[in-house]
């Protein structure tokens, strides 16, 4: 498994004012705000989660091609498989869409979220939507990390970004997760969900984990899995 680790010293939140740790506003997109950071892409990104009313917040969570949020996250209540068949390790062998192997149920070869199957897309409209794996490598770049174990004394950790282009700041909230019962906690882990599927392996779809521990990406985990999402625009 290919991945790229980005690693930090945990360090308390110091504030000398309000600049060294507000996250930045550049513009809205159906009134949604989006900080610009300099990509060279042209993307902006999204001040908050998708079902999130502040940066702080965790928003709503998802499983990977699903647009509505769920109480519990299984592969028995997945949009894309009813786990009807499944092999030894209870991995989905029935997906009814984004599958590359026809050995995982219907070989369609899509491996990017259509938008109707995007909750960005679906939700905030316009031009927002999920970004792709390589979008999210494309926003570690462009920043200096640093973990915030209080951020704006707020009492939410996670990592502010910091554009090395711009100057300009995103906040991103370690918001956890939910899969088949476990649940991660607040605070340590962070999983956002990108709109690439894994090829090699149809159950899976990359992520990023903003993690207490430093940060992962060009990871994957499977898809029935509850996760965040933090959008992107033009």
């Not at 079902?51 to 769920?70: H, I, L, N, P, R």
Request: with cysteine; net charge positive.
């Amino acid at each position: 498994m290919k991945k790229t680790i980005f690693t930090f010293i945990a360090l308390g939140l110091a504030v000398f004012g309000t600049e060294c740790t507000a996250q930045d506003v550049s513009g809205k997109v159906k009134g949604h705000a989006y900080v610009d950071l300099g990509l060279q892409s042209g993307l902006k990104w999204a001040t908050c989660n998708i079902g999130a009313k502040k940066v702080t917040d965790s928003g709503d969570y998802f499983a990977w091609g699903e647009t509505k949020a769920k109480k519990e996250y299984s592969w028995d209540n997945y949009k894309w498989c009813g786990n009807k068949k499944a092999d030894e390790h209870n991995n989905p062998q029935d997906f009814s869409k984004y599958c590359t192997d026809s050995k995982h149920g219907k070989a369609d070869n899509v491996n990017i979220l259509e938008a109707k199957d995007d909750a960005a897309s679906t939700l905030w409209g316009g031009t927002w939507r999920t970004p792709t794996n390589d979008e999210l490598g494309e926003l570690l770049d462009i920043c200096n990390w640093k973990w915030e174990a209080n951020f704006h004394s707020s009492g939410v950790s996670g990592y502010l970004g910091t554009s090395k282009k711009n100057g300009n700041k995103i906040f991103i909230p370690a918001c956890g997760y939910n899969f088949d019962g476990n649940k991660n906690p607040k605070g340590e882990n962070g999983g956002y969900w990108s709109s690439t599927l894994y090829n090699r392996f149809s159950p899976c779809a990359y992520y990023i984990d903003f993690a207490k521990a430093g940060i992962e990406w060009d990871i994957y985990t499977f898809r029935g899995r509850g996760m965040c999402i933090r959008a992107v625009t033009k």
